[in-house]
């Protein structure tokens, strides 16, 4: 998904000359490319060479012993890290708890339109509270408002949830299911470009 305002004829990032070294020790040099919009690339390459590593640094998650990064401006960007297992650690949230996570903005904006509308039901017509409800409400209407709930289904459908798992608590999920769990709140989340490090077959 390109940012607002985005040109498509150009790219969502490049890079040049990356190089990481650890100690006296270079595990690569001269990384360099570009993502162009909707583009789908796989960095392939045995143990050790550093995927990772630069998988990071592009993520923006680990500093480059050189070289330059470029996004598009507006890009948001999401990782779903190898170890995403330990992504929900310490958190206590059930599975659709966290999917809301996603959400707390438009969730805000719904119970301030809630208390409004307990206002008006209360007798109060004032109109600079009726106006501040319209405003409100069109803006709550078009990020999405009235159907975040179908938008957080209809993922966890995709990765494979049923609604018996909605209310289990994320420290008893799988590590495959932590995994779709994690890639779930990044779909949701919209990024403009979706890193996935070492994802297993059925993602």
């Given at each position: 998904?390109?940012?607002?305002?985005?040109?498509?004829?150009?790219?969502?990032?490049?890079?040049?000359?990356?190089?990481?070294?650890?100690?006296?020790?270079?595990?690569?040099?001269?990384?360099?490319?570009?993502?162009?919009?909707?583009?789908?690339?796989?960095?392939?390459?045995?143990?050790?060479?550093?995927?990772?590593?630069?998988?990071?640094?592009?993520?923006?998650?680990?500093?480059?012993?050189?070289?330059?990064?470029?996004?598009?401006?507006?890009?948001?960007?999401?990782?779903?890290?190898?170890?995403?297992?330990?992504?929900?650690?310490?958190?206590?949230?059930?599975?659709?708890?966290?999917?809301?996570?996603?959400?707390?903005?438009?969730?805000?904006?719904?119970?301030?339109?809630?208390?409004?509308?307990?206002?008006?039901?209360?007798?109060?017509?004032?109109?600079?509270?009726?106006?501040?409800?319209?405003?409100?409400?069109?803006?709550?209407?078009?990020?999405?408002?009235?159907?975040?709930?179908?938008?957080?289904?209809?993922?966890?459908?995709?990765?494979?949830?049923?609604?018996?798992?909605?209310?289990?608590?994320?420290?008893?999920?799988?590590?495959?299911?932590?995994?779709?769990?994690?890639?779930?709140?990044?779909?949701?989340?919209?990024?403009?470009?979706?890193?996935?490090?070492?994802?297993?077959?059925h993602l």
């Open positions: 998904r390109a940012p607002t305002g985005y040109n498509r004829g150009m790219a969502l990032l490049t890079f040049g000359n990356i190089g990481q070294r650890f100690g006296d020790f270079d595990l690569f040099m001269g990384a360099g490319g570009s993502v162009p919009y909707g583009g789908k690339i796989g960095i392939v390459g045995p143990n050790g060479v550093g995927k990772t590593t630069l998988l990071r640094i592009l993520a923006g998650l680990e500093m480059p012993a050189g070289g330059t990064i470029h996004y598009a401006r507006g890009t948001a960007l999401g990782y779903l890290r190898q170890e995403a297992v330990e992504a929900f650690a310490g958190r206590e949230n059930t599975l659709w708890a966290e999917m809301l996570t996603v959400f707390a903005d438009l969730r805000s904006k719904e119970r301030d339109l809630r208390e409004m509308e307990q206002q008006m039901a209360a007798g109060d017509f004032d109109d600079e509270l009726f106006d501040a409800y319209s405003r409100l409400q069109t803006r709550f209407e078009m990020a999405g408002g009235y159907d975040y709930d179908v938008r957080i289904k209809q993922v966890l459908t995709g990765l494979g949830f049923e609604p018996l798992h909605y209310e289990l608590p994320l420290g008893v999920l799988s590590g495959g299911q932590k995994t779709r769990a994690l890639l779930a709140r990044l779909l949701l989340e919209r990024p403009g470009m979706l890193i996935l490090d070492e994802p297993t077959n």
